[in-house]
């Protein structure tokens, strides 16, 4: 039986992950809708950035150490994005905002595709 996720992280962005949450303790991401941070993939320890009703739990990704780091995303954005599958990924350079990769050198993108045909049902979007 398929596995179906919403979002996925990358082993590079994985093991940062894994370094930051050692650093920082439990972190979660929302993805950005833009503005000031553009439309990067935003990386918080848990609490400091806080969501409610008007996000979207997109998943928790597995980067090993027992750590799962959960992604959100605003309602509103979600409706736009709603057909798409995302992976987190870690690129060299400097993001920008109070994402804690900012002072390693790296930042976290978001890549993505549109979802295929079993997905689409999985999620009742077919």
């Given at each position: 039986m398929a596995d179906f996720h919403r979002v996925d992280v990358s082993e590079e962005a994985a093991a940062l992950l894994r370094t930051l949450t050692e650093q920082h303790g439990p972190l979660m991401f929302h993805q950005s809708g833009g503005c000031c941070d553009g439309s990067a993939p935003m990386c918080y320890p848990v609490g400091?950035?806080?969501?409610?009703s008007g996000d979207v739990l997109l998943g928790e990704l597995e980067?090993?150490?027992?750590?799962?780091?959960?992604?959100?995303?605003?309602?509103?954005?979600?409706?736009y994005w709603k057909y798409t599958h995302l992976t987190i990924d870690v690129v060299d350079?400097?993001?920008s905002g109070f994402s804690v990769e900012s002072p390693t050198g790296k930042r976290f993108l978001t890549r993505s595709r549109m979802l295929d045909q079993a997905e689409l049902e999985h999620f009742a979007l077919a």
């Open positions: 400091m950035f806080l969501t409610g980067v090993g150490l027992d750590a799962t780091v959960p992604v959100y995303m605003s309602a509103s954005q979600f409706e350079g400097r993001g």
